[in-house]
């Protein structure tokens, strides 16, 4: 019980995402699977456009995987950055110094571009799979 009504009903909503509790895994399954079941039957244009992706997902991945690397290449040196700036401290992608980033405004328009641009190919893969049945395309 605590201090008020308010409190103790939203004491049950104390979820812990690491590790998993179960209430963390009813609340976002839950929804989850209630939007899937008032959405999965919507013919809307949104729709259309998710299954598209939905359609090729391994190929949406990998395509985006390397989009999103050359977009970030681009936007580091079109902030002013110089090959001198790169983070060759990590292994991995050294396009990424500690004083590189967007705001959230930001990374919201480069998500948009890069669906944008990624709706085209997959449209056009997603018809190629349709067409053609060699055994690899299952796997994209």
Known sequence: MQKNLLLSILSFLNV??????LLYLCVTL??????LAHTESAGNRFARI???????????????WFLA?????????????HMS??????????FSPDSFGLSLAGVYAVWLLLI???????RWFGQYKKT????WLSYL
């Not at 998710?50 to 985006?64: A, K, Q, R, S």
């Not at 944008?116 to 997959?122: D, H, K, Q, S």
Request: charged share 5%; proline share 7%.
């Open 50 to 64: 998710l299954i598209v992706c939905g359609n090729v997902p391994f190929f949406y991945y990998v395509c985006h």
């Open 30 to 35: 839950g929804i989850s699977l209630l939007i």
């Open 69 to 81: 690397q050359g977009i970030t290449i681009i936007l580091f040196f079109s902030t002013g950055h």
């Open 116 to 122: 944008t641009l990624l709706y085209f190919p997959c």
């Open 16 to 21: 812990t995402k690491y590790p998993c509790s």
């Open 85 to 94: 700036d790169l983070n060759t401290d990590i292994g991995g992608f050294p």
């Open 132 to 135: 053609h049945k060699q055994w």
